[in-house]
């Protein structure tokens, strides 16, 4: 017997959501970011919360999840790899469905990241690794060690401070027509490098916002999806990959390249069977300006040291041919902690022709996340179309 | 072992004795080919300066509103560790890459950190 394929859209995502407010959200607690969009994505898929009997998340236990919205799931997984948990979790849930060990699962965000309601305490003990050999040297917050290889792969490639602004400027056209979106004035390259400096080379425009925001999504196998109200909606996974490398910053491989997002992107083609030119839309985690500079590269979509010229000649912003971070990214939509969530909902509103800056005729989308400071990576490829 | 080294003013590594490659971070086994015939060695302390970061921003268990230099650092012996240049004003002029740096030991708290200068200022 052939054991069904996890991926070339046997599974869907058909519900999704974000919470019903976003950005400054002071009075909701994490948890319940997680359940204000959990109910939301149920609905969205126009199925009822019974029907659930896997939960997926990263953050609070699946345990606290599924008993907060009053479900007794007979899988669960709380796979924590960072910020691109989302990816991963969405790649696990597929391979539960279509192994059986699931039907319906949902998977969800929610970080009150700006306000700190709810929140467990952000410490990183003493003895950790981080702790030991990177947090005594002031690389505590995440833009004093996420940023510290990105000198060395802006000279090896020629790159400049410029080059890291015109991501920025690029993106925030994206943001400015979007109310949801936390950063929508104007900016040019010359703002972006005149804001408050926050880590050399890189300046507050050149960093993620941080907000409260959570998001949530059903998943089902595509045969269960044909019967739902919301059918014709429904955005089916191809391919997917993930992977991780070091847990500090320093010990990254290589400085100026990182392994699983090559690694991921790539098991990602193989088994969706498509190839760069059949992906109309890409969304890039952007929780610093470099991430898409290197994800661009790493994920083969231009080759080494070509990524910076791809921004400045305009091919990711509105009416270029691969446009990228389409509701702004992390760098002006939102950025509640762990973005992963928020990068693959803008891809299903994309596939599913509801975005707010609607990219026309969108069928693939590609989605790259990153995952802690270089430490993992989770990519996936969706599409409106069941091959 | 790494932290009594800095205390006595040394820099130790971690090198697997099959593979002959140091390694950082400590660990009982060798991340190379998995052999736990692993030994310290102090190293020369000296190596360049291969990524950084100016933090404006220090947390406030520093003290301190003063930049840092948050510093990736390659050991000519082949293992790339973070750390702070110091002895330098933190500007971006007097930090090209490729630096060659050597090692200090700066108390801070109840251990000494190693940390790195510029070798021509030395």
Known sequence: ?387 | MFWDGTAAGELRIQRCTPCEKFYFYPRPYCPTCHSDQVEWQVVSGKGTLASYNINYRPFPIFETDEPQVIALIELDEGVRLMSNIVGVEPLPENLPLGMRVSVEFEPRGDQFLPVFTPESRS
């Open chain 1, 1 to 387: 017997m052939n054991a069904t394929s996890m991926h070339q859209g046997n599974v869907a995502i058909v519900g999704a959501a974000e919470t019903e407010r976003i950005g400054i959200v002071p009075d909701v607690s994490m948890i319940h970011l997680h359940t204000n969009a959990a109910r939301r994505a149920i609905a969205d898929a126009g199925i009822s919360i019974s029907d659930i009997d896997g939960i997926a998340t990263a953050g609070p236990t699946a345990i606290e999840l599924a008993d907060m919205l009053g479900i007794r799931p007979r899988w669960a997984d709380g796979t924590m790899i960072g910020g691109c948990s989302f990816m991963a979790l969405v790649r696990h849930a597929a391979a539960a469905i279509t192994a059986g060990a699931a039907n319906v699962v949902l998977v969800t965000h929610g970080e009150s990241g700006r306000s700190g309601v709810g929140r467990p305490p952000h410490i990183r003990p003493a003895t950790s690794i981080s702790g030991q050999f990177e947090a005594p040297y002031g690389a505590l917050a995440p833009y004093a060690s996420f940023t510290t290889p990105v000198l060395a792969f802006m000279k090896s490639r020629g790159f400049t401070r410029e080059d890291l602004a015109e991501v920025v400027v690029s993106q925030r056209l994206w943001a400015m027509p979007n109310e949801r979106a936390q950063r929508r004035d104007p900016i040019d390259i010359e703002g972006v490098l005149n804001a408050k400096p926050i880590a050399y080379p890189f300046t507050r425009d050149m960093c993620c916002v941080v907000t409260d925001a959570g998001g949530a999504l059903v998943l089902m196998s595509a045969e269960r999806a044909r019967d739902l109200p919301s059918a014709d909606r429904a955005v089916y996974l191809l391919g997917s990959g993930e992977g991780t490398e070091s847990v500090i910053v320093s010990q990254m491989d290589d400085l100026d390249s990182f392994g699983p997002f090559r690694r991921g992107a790539k098991e990602a083609f193989e088994t969706a069977g498509v190839t760069h030119d059949d992906i109309d839309h890409v969304m890039f985690y952007d929780a610093f300006a470099h991430l898409p500079l290197y994800m661009l590269e790493d994920t083969g979509f231009v080759g080494r040291g070509e990524s910076a010229e791809f921004y400045r000649d305009g091919h990711t912003r509105p009416g270029g041919r691969l446009p990228i971070n389409t509701q702004g990214g992390g760098l002006s939509y939102t950025h509640s902690g762990m973005y992963g969530m928020f990068a693959i909902q803008e891809a299903v509103r994309q596939l599913r022709g509801e975005a707010v800056v609607q990219v026309p005729d969108v069928r693939t989308s590609f989605v790259q996340g990153v995952g802690m400071m270089f430490g993992a990576g989770g990519s996936l490829i969706l599409s409106n179309e069941r091959p």
